[in-house]
């Protein structure tokens, strides 16, 4: 239901409809079911709540529908005040809650489960060891995104759902942990922030006592707008001139403000999608919940009793960014994150184009500006992508036995591998590892950014060793099997390219379950790849130590 204040023109809130340009066809046959359809379930394990969405995507359309919407407030924000780590309450409520997440999801046949974790689960100390006590005992694999990865998959969600036209959109997403402003249109997002700033912070570290006294609103206010400052200025710097942006809010917090304010009017909506209300609406609004101690706020029927004691700090965060970005409007959307998710997991799968062709390719740019950023020979770093692929393709089943995933995370550590000697050349890939650990990779995951990491780390010299702080951040044993065989393949292929311009005109491998022979063929025959050829043969012995296989190296 789309829901316009009666003075204010209509924005077109169309869902977006992907134009079909060909039938998908897949040979894959674990994410189709019977009708053709695939369900995937994308859960958000979030500050304040922790949500859960059932979809089922049309291959042959390629568009996607939400069958169920599902949240638990779970306050995983909750974290001890001393030490910042979650505490058990928390952590057992957000287990409870997948775990019936979990079966809802089998009893809906969903093929594939896509779970990501953020502010609270990224800032505790404790997080990634409940991320591992997640996996073990209901055997679920959770992403921790990073503040401006999950600002990439809200646009992605709230693009899913709303036609951005010709005009930019501000996104803000108020959540209990962070604040993530995004500038986008239609084919990119301009500016990714995110802040930590959220209601339930807020909540906890600086209100104890309601009605707040004079001092203290001023105090938020003060802390709120420094704390959004920095998003602010980078959202303004990437606005053309004579552009107005929508504001586009979403999630619990800009939801939760929409009701309150559409039941003074029409009663409690069904739906707050494209629901707009004017910043004078939302003062006089905040002026009534100020008024208000929390158990007061608890007796209002259009507000959830979990939110009322937050919705007084999410209601300043919006209103400053309101006054911030000079804007006197702002619209609803219903989808963010979890939507998100499923936008990217269709992007992976090349289910969408058109309108997301632009976002489809993030994770190639991502790479290729890491590598520009640290002056990476981007003539050679292709030579060694090339070759490391070229590899991959040619020895499945004997140097790597892949499924498909490592590819892509193959080209980029390749693409990266030298990275490091914009540091030092002594120890390159110990640098190379830290820099891509560190750095910002969009549209990969968190664990295949460290696999990446770790691939290109792993390329020269020793082998992992359990000490390592880059082998110890592999969690799974699937990561780090992934990144010990495709870090044999880039070790392979950086031996054929030490020189600055290659020489190698192509790369014939043939291979058996005992042997692997590469014959090497020079781009003139005046060359000699001696070089290359004895550079190849010092992989030899550990191509034998990880593989058990033979490597034999031929000169044509």
Known sequence: MVVSNSSVDPIDFEPLLIKKKEAFQSQDSRFRNTEGILRLAAIDIGTNSTHLVISSIDPRLNTFSIDLAEKSSTRLGNRNSETGELTDSSKLRVLETLRRFKELSSSHKVEEMLLAATSAVREAPNGTDFLKQIKDELDLDVELVSGTEEARLIYLGVLSGMSFGNRPHVLLDIGGGSTELILADDKDARALTSTRLGAVSLQR?????????????????????????PAINKIFSRIKTKEKPVLVATSGTALAIGNLLASEEQGILLGMHGYKFSKERLDDLLETLLSMTVEQRRQLPSLSYRRADIIVPGALILQMAMEMLGVEEVVLSERALREGLVVDWMLRKGLLRDRFAFQGSIRKRTVLHQAERFSVDRKRSEKVADHALKIYDNTKGVLHHDDGEGRQLLWAAAMLYSCGQHINLASYHKHTWYLIRYSDLLGYSQAEHLIIAAIARYHRKSLPKKRHDAWQALLHKKDRKIASE???????????????????????????????????????????????????????????????????????
């Open 205 to 229: 570290d600086f209100i104890s006592h309601e009605p707040l006294s004079y001092q203290r609103l001023e105090f938020l206010r003060i802390f709120i707008q420094g704390s959004l400052e």
């Open 486 to 556: 495709m870090s044999l393949i880039l070790r392979l292929s950086a031996a054929l390219n030490r020189r600055p311009d290659s020489v190698i005109s192509s790369l014939n491998i043939s291979c058996n379950s005992d042997r692997v022979n590469m014959r090497l063929i020079p781009k003139d025959h005046t060359f000699n790849l001696e070089l290359e050829k004895w550079s190849l043969n010092n992989c030899a012995s550990i191509v034998k130590e990880l593989t058990g296989v033979k490597l034999q190296v031929f000169v044509k």
